[in-house]
T-cell receptor, first 112, second 112 residues
């Protein structure tokens, strides 16, 4: 997806280990979001950012933290991975609160 | 409670037919409405946005918004097998501090 990249694309990790996912954008958009997508639940917001160092929780934030030290980067950390955090994680960006989001290609995370 | 509702489907239509996808939402104050298309294993892609009552057309796609009925729909004319995907409705709900809330999606299958 043009202007937004996620890394890694796939990751397998063990229960109890910390994991950091990275979202990088070249669009200079103010707003960035982390979603997870699971069968039967759809897309659910984990955390979002409305500027450098400005972040807030979404509906499923327990067990996750985020940081945004630069406009272009938004990091999602699973502090101690659990099997329930096995999911596909999408980063998204938007220019304003009324604009649609552009999604990254996603990270498939498996916690064993 | 889930605030953006979609029929999960699957919705099956023959090639060349009109596919009609529906979405209801809970908040009368919502301002922005979006339709995303998601192919299996891929990230959501924004295909339509609508902000005011009425119809908005873009090629074979028409979005229809009725704020009084809290209803937004997507029509796909001359459906093609390449339209087979999951379609996600997204609304910026006041209750979610205007971040997008997604429906769970409707799976559309277009049969040749």
């Amino acid at each position: 997806d043009a202007g937004i990249t996620q890394s890694p694309r796939h990751k397998v990790t063990e229960t109890g280990t910390p994991v950091t996912l990275r979202c990088h954008q070249t669009e200079n958009h103010r707003y960035m979001y982390w979603y997870r997508q699971d069968p039967g639940h759809g897309l659910r917001l984990i955390h979002y950012s409305y500027g450098v160092k400005d972040t807030d929780k979404g509906e499923v934030s327990d067990g996750y933290s985020v940081s945004r030290s630069k406009t272009e980067d938004f990091l999602l950390t699973l502090e101690s991975a659990t099997s329930s955090q096995t999911s596909v994680y999408f980063c998204a960006i938007s220019e304003s609160q009324v604009d649609g989001y552009t999604f990254g290609s996603g990270t498939r995370l498996t916690v064993v | 409670q889930k605030e953006v509702e979609q029929n999960s489907g699957p919705l099956s239509v023959p090639e060349g037919a009109i596919a009609s996808l529906n979405c209801t939402y809970s908040d009368r104050v919502s301002q922005s409405f979006f339709w995303y298309r998601q192919y299996s294993g891929k990230s959501p892609e924004l295909i339509m946005s609508i902000y005011s009552n009425g119809d908005k057309e873009d090629g074979r796609f028409t979005a229809q918004l009725n704020k009084a009925s809290q209803y937004v729909s997507l029509l796909i004319r001359d459906s093609q097998p390449s339209d087979s995907a999951t379609y996600l409705c997204a609304v910026n709900l006041r209750g979610s501090n205007y971040k997008l809330t997604f429906g769970k999606g409707t799976l559309l299958t277009v049969n040749p």
